[in-house]
């Protein structure tokens, strides 16, 4: 089913499970080829989550900053490749929530076990805020806090389960957003894991 959290944001109740036993094994592939990591804030915390990404851009973060790279720093190889479940996936649920067009060159995998979080905040270090975000949720449920243009806007709670797909688009494209703490729980497939896919257009 399809609900409408505010204006440009759609939650798609289960729409990754059709065709996700192809999700998992490309998600596979990507972290084989480039293994999740505790990124460290530019103030110098580590993060709970752990990240990698695919496609020709990356999220990454260090002491310098916040910024998408070509190369995994790791390695200096480039990205794994986005994978073709990966790019369809998300065009297809852009397009359904009324952004069509919708071509990522990034997307950022999020991995979260019990505890780890991720503080209210906004993605702003895109070009084109006229794209959507489109986010996969894979394993353990999470609560979603989002929160208005404002950090002092209180936030409402959406939980998120295992095949969901969000699309962040229009004026909720720079709305505050977060994860509350992860709780103790065991994923008939990605055990005590969390995983987030998060699609952007850089
Ligand atoms: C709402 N990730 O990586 S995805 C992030 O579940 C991030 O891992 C969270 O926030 C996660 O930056 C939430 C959902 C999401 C992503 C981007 C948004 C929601 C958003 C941008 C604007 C509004
Ligand atoms: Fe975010």
Known sequence: SRLDIAEGAVLLVGRALVGEEALLAALDTVVAGAPFRHMVTPGGFTMSVAMTNCGRAG???????????AEDPETGQPWPEMP???????????????????????????????????????????????????????????????????????????????????????????????????KEGQHPRLGRNRINLTFRKT
């Not at 999220?59 to 790279?69: C, E, S």
């Not at 702003?124 to 999470?142: H, M, N, Q, Y």
């Not at 989002?146 to 095949?163: A, C, E, I, N």
């Open 59 to 69: 999220w990454v973060t260090d002491r310098r900053g916040y910024r998408y790279t």
């Open 84 to 182: 073709g479940a990966f790019a369809a996936l998300a065009r297809e649920a852009a397009t359904e929530a009324g952004f069509p067009g919708f071509e990522p060159d990034a997307c950022l995998i999020n991995r979260y076990e019990p505890g780890a979080k991720m503080s209210l905040h906004q993605d702003k270090d895109e070009r084109d805020f006229s794209k959507p975000i489109v986010s996969v949720s894979l394993g353990l449920p999470a609560i979603f806090q989002f929160g208005g243009l404002s950090r002092s806007d209180r936030p409402s709670k959406v939980p998120l389960q295992h095949g969901d797909v969000m699309v962040w688009g229009g004026p909720s494209r720079l709305a505050y957003h977060g994860i509350l703490p992860l």
